[in-house]
């Protein structure tokens, strides 16, 4: 038990509910033990994100190090990372890893606030696309990084045509964005394998943090030794029963409540 171990690189949600922490407790409920690089410090309840601060560089890189020096990691994603800096040093250390490596594209947080400054964007299209073993981006985020207006399932696959142009090995796009979507993601992959992964719908507002936790659980399992497809389906699961399982801690959404799974 726990002896398979998997890595998160993000931001911290103060308010517990996204970011570092969400990834934390996936991991713990897979039974996976879970390190963390913290790439930013947010101040954030249910309905705002106060203040960021990003950690220095050399911060941040040494947490990278100290890791890899002692543990056998054997997968790891990223989150929420800001700036071009953050981007810059992440990619060149992840490069050197040869596990699977699932780019979250954190942008915008539930309550509107920026986690990636808009000058940063083309770094994430140089720097990590090209050494992302899967993306996970929203409607949002698939817009930016494929240029393109989604506006139904056509446009969501031409997306993902575009992100895999940029050098990911596959690409899982959520739906949840437009209307009736909630639930439905498309996957896309280098060599042209496609499926429509798809959960029931749950009827919550407290769905902050279902992105990190959604790249969180294909991290996870994929540090047991499932392969990337396995691990999307297992996710998805684990994604509806925390669903199903979440609550309401202050006024705005409230965080999924992660599925322990057996
Ligand atoms: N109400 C819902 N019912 C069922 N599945 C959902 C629901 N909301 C989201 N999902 C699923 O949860 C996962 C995360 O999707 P979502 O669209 O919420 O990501 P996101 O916008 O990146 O999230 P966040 O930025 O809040 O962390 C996807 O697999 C999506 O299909
Ligand atoms: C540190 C951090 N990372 C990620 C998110 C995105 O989650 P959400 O879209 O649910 O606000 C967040 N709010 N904070």
């Not at 020096?69 to 810059?88: A, H, Q, R, V």
């Not at 947080?109 to 996970?136: H, Q, W």
Request: glycine residues 8%; positive net charge; contains cysteine.
């Amino acid at each position: 038990m726990y002896s398979n171990i998997a890595l998160s690189i993000g931001g911290s949600d103060s308010g517990g509910g996204a970011g570092i922490q969400a990834d934390l407790r996936t991991f713990m409920a897979l039974k996976v033990h879970g390190c963390s690089v913290i790439t930013c410090v947010t101040a954030q309840n249910s309905v705002q994100v106060k203040c960021v601060e990003p950690l220095k560089k050399d911060t941040l890189t040494s947490q990278i190090d100290t890791l890899f020096s002692d543990f056998d990691i054997k997968s790891l994603k990223t989150g929420m990372l800001l700036n071009d800096s953050i981007i810059n040093a992440t990619a060149l250390k992840l490069k050197s890893f040869s596990i699977p490596k699932i780019i979250d594209p954190v942008m915008v947080s539930r309550t509107g606030s920026k986690l990636l400054e808009d000058s940063a964007i083309n770094a994430y299209k140089k720097l990590l696309l090209p050494i992302a073993d899967l993306v996970t981006p929203n409607i949002f985020e698939a817009n930016l990084l494929s240029n393109l207006d989604i506006k139904n399932q056509v446009d969501i696959e031409q997306s993902a045509k575009s992100i895999i142009k940029l050098g990911a090995k596959a690409v899982l796009i959520k739906g949840g964005g437009l209307k009736d979507m909630k639930g439905r993601d498309f996957y896309l992959d280098v060599n042209g394998g496609k499926k429509w992964f798809i959960n029931k719908f749950i009827n919550t507002q407290n769905t902050h943090c279902s992105g990190c936790t959604l790249s969180a659980a294909i991290c996870g399992y994929q540090a047991l030794g499932f392969d990337l497809i396995e691990s999307i389906q297992k996710s998805k699961i684990f994604i509806e029963r925390s669903l199903k399982n979440s609550y309401q801690i202050g006024s705005g959404p409230g965080p999924l409540g992660h599925y322990q799974s057996l």
